[in-house]
Structures are given as structure tokens and as C-alpha cells.
């Protein structure tokens, strides 16, 4: 049992090994933590992970060249917890999770047109707890209906009241992305990894900007057929 966890993690510091040459397309003679240092450079998942694939690096050399083969074979034997680490790092960095994977699907997103009813929408939101709704006309995204909208539609219509009857098209003006004055939007295409989406809430954390909702369509582009969408609490209930 022993001898197999030194032969498993060996094992995974080739795949990643492998996997790194054919990625830079190098010599035999580079090393892996100058791989590891390249890959980290030009790859955000290597860099979220190199520290600790530069410690496995280290056991593995430890392993390889080990002085006192003839009477210490192995020289150490890796703990289980930090082989199943490194092959969780390993699935990370070789099979990158896209952010479709977690995203909420075109086909389970409440939208609304410009002719629904508001209050109807407004009761969904309240009964769902949906902060923001997008709003589809010829299966393009116009815009945002969200509690901002709602704000911004009363703040500037100091005397408004919402009828009954009222209908989505009322608040166009507070509609597309760039009327929601105390958020934003960002698209990303459908190759984007979950990382890259991820980063995107942390830079917008740092810089006091509050991202509503990360869209996903086929290319990144605005005017492109929702596929898919993600907020913050897509990202922190991503491990659940």
C-alpha cells in the first residue's frame, strides 16, 4: 500500500510533466520547475496551484534521487491526504472546469419581455428571491429588469405608482446594462474557464464594483443568444 502511493504520485508529477512539454513544446532537458514557472506565467490555473506543485516537485525529487536506494527504497513514503491532493490539483490543471459547467442554463433562466406584465415579474422575483431578470426580445438581450431598475424608475419618476397593468416596456429606459448605475454585467464566451469567471467577482471586489451577473453566450459578444448565466452566489456555492 505504501509502495503505491510513491508509485501514484509519481505517476501524476509524469501526466503533469507530459502535459506541460506538449503544452510549451520543449526539450527533454527543461525541467519541470522551469515548466511549472512558464506554465504559471501564461496559465491562471498553474499559477493558482504552483506553489503547491512546486512542493510536490520537490517530494517527487526526493523520491527519484534518492542516495540511499540500495538500503531505503523508498527514501518517504507521501501521505494519502497529499496524494489525493495532488491528483485533485492534477484534474484542475489538465481538465480545467469551464464556467458552463456550474453556470445556470439558457433553459432553467426566468426572463421576461418588454410586454409582460411588471408586477407579475416583480411577484416572481419577490416569490424566488431573483434579483435580476433578463429581458429577451428575438432571443437577444435587451437588458436587466432588477431592483435597480425599479429604484432608478422611481427615483426618476418622483410621483410614478406601479399599476396593475403596467408592463415591462414602462421601465425601458432603466433597462439596458449600462442604466444600472450601481452595477455591472460582463460576457464571456463558452470556452471561459470557471477561474477566469471567478476572478472576475474578486477584481470587481477589489475595485468596489459590484457585477451582477456574468453572461455566457457563444462568443463573449452582448448580442449574441444567452446560453448560460452566473452570479457571486453561483461561485460561492460551487463547492456545495
Given at each position: ?22 503544452q510549451l ?7 519541470h ?7 504559471a ?7 493558482e ?192
Amino acid at each position: 500500500m505504501k509502495k503505491n502511493l510513491s508509485e501514484k504520485f509519481l505517476q501524476i508529477y509524469n501526466e503533469i510533466d507530459d502535459y506541460m512539454r506538449k503544452q510549451l513544446k520543449v526539450e527533454q532537458y527543461m525541467d519541470h520547475g522551469m515548466l511549472l514557472r512558464q506554465m504559471a506565467d501564461k496559465n491562471r490555473v498553474f499559477s493558482e496551484y504552483y506553489r503547491d506543485l512546486k512542493t510536490f516537485a520537490d517530494i517527487r525529487n526526493l523520491l527519484v534521487h534518492n542516495p540511499y536506494k540500495a538500503s531505503a527504497d523508498p527514501i518517504l513514503i507521501p501521505h494519502e491526504y497529499i496524494v489525493n491532493k495532488y491528483e485533485e490539483i492534477k484534474n484542475q490543471v489538465l481538465h480545467p472546469k469551464k464556467a458552463l459547467s456550474i453556470a445556470v442554463p439558457r433553459s432553467a433562466i426566468y426572463t421576461t419581455t418588454l410586454e409582460d406584465n411588471a408586477l407579475d415579474v416583480m411577484q416572481t422575483m419577490n416569490d424566488k428571491v431573483y434579483t435580476h431578470v433578463p429581458v429577451i426580445e428575438n432571443n437577444k438581450m435587451v437588458g436587466v429588469f432588477s431592483e435597480n431598475t425599479i429604484l432608478s424608475y422611481l427615483s426618476h419618476h418622483k410621483e410614478a405608482l406601479i399599476f396593475k397593468d403596467m408592463k415591462i416596456k414602462e421601465f425601458a429606459e432603466f433597462i439596458p446594462l449600462e442604466k444600472h448605475l450601481s452595477e455591472s454585467f460582463e460576457f464571456v464566451d463558452r470556452n471561459a474557464l470557471l477561474i477566469d469567471v471567478e476572478e472576475l467577482f474578486r477584481k470587481g471586489l477589489v475595485n468596489r464594483k459590484r457585477i451582477g451577473m456574468v453572461f455566457i453566450t457563444n462568443s463573449g459578444k452582448k448580442d449574441e443568444e444567452l446560453l448560460g448565466l452566473l452570479t457571486s452566489w453561483d461561485i460561492a456555492g460551487k463547492e456545495s
